[in-house]
T-cell receptor, first 115, second 113 residues
């Protein structure tokens, strides 16, 4: 597709359930990022994939969060045993080479609400 | 610990006037700075950037100023237009180390027609 695609756009779940969020980056982009924005907060870095390198997981807030990127393209962010504080907009972004001065192209995000 | 700070959550400006959005950072290792613009229900989109070797970068109505000694940057929009109404995020990165951007909390700009 022309841009970064995320699904679902909205997800409402009950506390304790697992959720999976999907991201389709721009074709040909080697770098993929996950960020989240909680209410009143800035965008918080979660995880970064670059090509076949080991992902940078330094931003994941707890071991309930994990992400994978299959075939260097589609990525799935999984949150296990969701908590109310996980409620946020989860944004995926991609860039061509993953270099520090590249601009990121963001998807529209998944609004996650944990009841 | 918020390394990039936008202390004004909102700003209202009359159409045609100048909008000035401010951003402060704490990490002296940051050497690349960007502004992103976000409309409701959309992802942020890149607006303008500046390298630490410069103190000004201009693109049409948008100019970013960098004051390294003060660890401060600002985005000027002139003349402001109603379509500029959005949330503006300041972001910073370092050339080496983790390849991710550190974002501020955003400033909601409203341009009044």
């Amino acid at each position: 597709g022309a841009g970064v695609s995320q699904s679902p756009s909205n997800k409402v779940t009950e506390k304790g359930k697992d959720v999976e969020l999907r991201c389709d980056p721009i074709s040909g982009h080697t770098a993929l990022y996950w960020y989240r924005q909680s209410l009143g907060q800035g965008l918080e870095f979660l995880i970064y994939f670059q090509g076949n390198s080991a992902p940078d997981k330094s931003g994941l807030p707890s071991d309930r969060f994990s992400a994978e990127r299959t075939g260097g393209s589609v990525s799935t962010l999984t949150i296990q045993r969701t908590q109310q504080e996980d409620s946020a907009v989860y944004l995926c972004a991609s860039s061509l080479m993953g270099q520090a001065n590249e601009k990121l192209f963001f998807g529209s995000g998944t609004q996650l609400s944990v009841l | 610990d918020q390394q990039v700070k936008q202390n004004s959550p909102s700003l209202s400006v009359q159409e045609g006037r100048i909008s000035i959005l401010n951003c402060d950072y704490t990490n002296s290792m940051f050497d690349y700075f960007l502004w992103y613009k976000k409309y409701p229900a959309e992802g942020p989109t890149f607006l303008i950037s500046i390298s630490s070797i410069k103190d000004k970068n201009e693109d049409g109505r948008f100019t970013v100023f960098l004051n390294k000694s003060a660890k401060h940057l600002s985005l000027h929009i002139v003349p402001s237009q109603p379509g500029d109404s959005a949330v503006y995020f300041c972001a910073a990165s370092v050339k080496t180390g983790a390849n991710n951007l550190f974002f501020g909390t955003g400033t909601r700009l409203t341009v009044i027609p």
